[in-house]
């Protein structure tokens, strides 16, 4: 693997559409669950970091050519703590680039603390159609223990005044925290999706690596629901979302029809996607290749070599088509769709029976956890449940 050269010749123009990723790398401060690529900075250099981006996607863009670009999501880290202007500047940048879709979808991850809250019209202005708020909880020891910036009050103030603003809304929560009953986690739900606009992000706690939760959970001091309580949680989350006609279009994502995450889909249906900023990865189509590309982690690193080389990569891969297989089904089978059997083969250069053990399908299939007809390969609400263990036996 190698660092990819400051492009110098015109790269030929392909038709794949593209959805392009921002990263802002910066917190307020470091949730104790968290493993995202997020660092606190007493002072956050906005100028730099604004030249950066910039520079970062032009470069991205010579090389990709003129693509039909369907969505933009500012992720981190804490895009709020942006300034809108750069967001601004941002999307005039990728609009003279790409050719943006009519109705193209534009994220910007927010958190409802009343600095951030406060920005939120002057982000709309900038160009942002679609808010998504790491509301995380609205119980309020809970919030203390996840470590977050916000109170429950400040949470549903920032979700009124989002609904005001933004055509589209959608926050995140955190389920199957420690002591956390199905009848306090129905309550809670209720009450969320009673905020909610068209669509939410339900994230089981998990114990990531490196983290402060995983020291604490090692030595003890955290503890969290065993499996069949999180499922009971989970099948409870599907049920309290259908009541207000949010569906699980993806394994942590609801929505009402026709308002899903763009963005998101592109991902888990394995379209191209170019990631710009610190640690930023992503899969685009040059040529004939779909490669996967990796940008610096640590934000100022990054940022010396964009200044130095016009981008901030570390690593460049050509996808073989074995490796292509595997990850479109990894990403695929999360979708309530499933995967279209004749685009997998197209994509990948894998025909579908190649790629997934035969003798372990048709036994997910009796035991109904995946279907596969029709021109799809899906996995069941059963199949979803215990979509990491169905995997590591169906994708060869």
Known sequence: MTCPKTPD???????????????WPFCLSKCPYCDFNSHVRERIPQARFRAALRAELAWEAARLGRRRLTSVFFGGGTPSLMEP????????????????????EITLEANPTSVEAAKLRAFRQA??????????????DSLRMLGRQHSTQQAIQALEIARTIFPRLSFDLIYARPGQTEASWRAELRAALALAADHLS????????????EARHRRGELVL???DDAARLYEAT?????HFGLLPYEISNYARPGAESRHNLAYWRYADYAGIGPGAHGRVTVGKDLLATRRHRAPEPWAERVERDGHGSTTETVLTPNEKAREMLLMGLRLA????????????????????????????VEAGYITLGGGRLVATTEGRLR?????????N
């Open 127 to 140: 160009g942002v159609n679609r808010a998504s708020l790491g509301v995380q909880s609205l119980d309020s």
């Open 225 to 227: 629901p065993e499996d």
């Open 202 to 213: 339900l994230y089981q706690l998990t114990i990531e690596p490196d983290t402060a939760f």
């Open 85 to 104: 202007e750069t967001v601004a500047l941002l999307l005039e940048d990728a609009f003279r680039l790409f050719d943006p879709e009519p109705d193209i």
């Open 238 to 242: 599907a049920e309290e979302a259908a």
């Open 9 to 23: 010749i015109a790269y030929t123009p392909v038709m794949e559409p593209l959805a392009l990723y921002i990263h």
């Open 337 to 364: 769709e499933g995967i279209d059997v004749s685009r997998f083969e197209q994509r990948t250069g894998v025909p579908l029976s190649d790629a997934i053990d035969h003798e372990v399908s048709q036994l997910a």
């Open 387 to 395: 979509l990491d263990s169905l995997l590591g036996a169906l994708v």
